[in-house]
């Protein structure tokens, strides 16, 4: 099993550019989570979808940040346009049933 | 919303001896507690979890207890090797079955193994 597979594994941008995160989740989990993770606020939920629907998106920070998740394989998590403040390690993570298995990351680094 | 707080910020311990660390929730109606590690540019790895119909749970050197009515949970690592350094979070969840589970992590333990 591959696990959860993220791309890019570092995205460097410079501010006001746009950035797409892209994630794929465990073959045959129907759960799938975008967290952050930064110095400051530690692991943060931002969105989580079920069976391809968004259930809770209320950890989204701003209306600059948006997720999808068009198939059970695939989902993508975009920043629009980016900030400084948007430099993080961003998750994404799968479920079956209660355990959620994380992906490596994306390093995020906004000029 | 669920508040999860953890303890302490850091530890180091000497190869073989024992770590544990502590971590709190707030709201009591959690019922799910798993613990993750995480090695320096790697993803969180669940280590162990526990749930809130038992106490306390074991696998090999790592194991985890609840009280329940204290609200706090610890994770137990014993005779410790180097390959134990990194960074724990603990984290904990209202879980019903056939649904995602939200958690909230505590904000992190790191713990130094030394020679």
């Not at chain 2, 280590?47 to 610890?74: C, P, W, Y």
């Not at chain 2, 079955?97 to 904000?107: C, E, I, R, Y």
Request: with cysteine; hydrophobic share 35%.
């Amino acid at each position: 099993d591959a696990g959860v597979i993220q791309s890019p594994r570092h995205e460097v941008t410079e501010m006001g550019q746009e950035v797409t995160l892209r994630c794929k989740p465990i073959s045959g989990h129907n759960s799938l989570f975008w967290y952050r993770q930064t110095m400051m606020r530690g692991l943060e939920l931002l969105i989580y979808f079920n069976n391809n629907v968004p259930i809770d998106d209320s950890g989204m920070p701003e209306d600059r940040f948006s997720a999808k998740m068009p198939n059970a394989s695939f989902s993508t998590l975009k920043i629009q346009p980016s900030e400084p403040r948007d430099s993080a390690v961003y998750f994404c993570a799968s479920s079956f049933s209660i355990e959620q298995f994380f992906g490596p990351g994306t390093r995020l680094t906004v000029l | 919303g669920e508040n999860v707080e953890q303890h302490p910020s850091t530890l180091s311990v000497q190869e073989g001896d024992s770590a544990v660390i502590k971590c709190t929730y707030s709201d009591s109606a959690s019922n799910y507690f798993p613990w993750y590690k995480q090695e320096l540019g790697k993803g969180p790895q669940l280590i162990i979890d526990i749930r809130s119909n038992v106490g306390e749970k074991k696998d090999q050197r790592i194991a985890v207890t609840l009280n329940k009515t204290a609200k706090h949970f610890s994770l137990h690592i014993t005779e410790t090797q180097p390959e134990d350094s990194a960074v724990y979070f603990c984290a904990a969840s209202v879980h019903y079955t056939g649904t995602a589970s939200k958690l909230t992590f505590g904000t992190g333990t790191r713990l130094q193994v030394t020679l």
